[in-house]
């Protein structure tokens, strides 16, 4: 497994613009895919975008597809979150996450850190 920290989360008005980041330890971040996921009060973690280790695939969420990126610089062992366009219903604590091996699937992802909050005000 990979070791992951946040950072990048604050507070922002809507319309507005953030970038996380997400940095692994490991030597193995280049073959993990990584993930973003959000979890907003009072309701499940729900995943918002993931990128292959290539960087050839990248797949997002309906509700941040057009507005949020993700991308990777594996010599600098970091995944990214571009977050523009923000709205209200962004605000949450987003969590990167590892998968060794990805599927497709959400529910791959098994290396989690610890969430950084994003808030996003009127």
């Known amino acids: 497994q990979v070791q992951l920290v946040e950072s990048g989360g604050g507070m922002v008005q809507a319309g507005g613009s953030l970038r996380l980041s997400c940095a692994a330890s490991g030597r193995t971040f280049s073959r993990y895919a990584m993930g973003w996921f959000r979890q907003a009060p009072g309701k499940e973690r729900e995943f918002v975008g993931a990128i292959n280790w290539s960087s050839t695939i990248t797949t997002y969420a309906d509700p941040v597809k057009g507005r949020f990126t993700i991308s990777r610089d594996n010599a600098k062992n970091t995944v990214y979150l571009q977050m523009n366009s923000l709205k209200l219903e962004d605000t949450a604590v987003y969590y990167c996450?590892?998968?060794?091996?990805?599927?497709?699937?959400?529910?791959?992802?098994?290396?989690w850190g610890q969430g950084t909050q994003v808030t996003v005000s009127s």
């Open positions: 996450a590892g998968a060794n091996r990805w599927s497709g699937r959400p529910a791959d992802f098994d290396s």
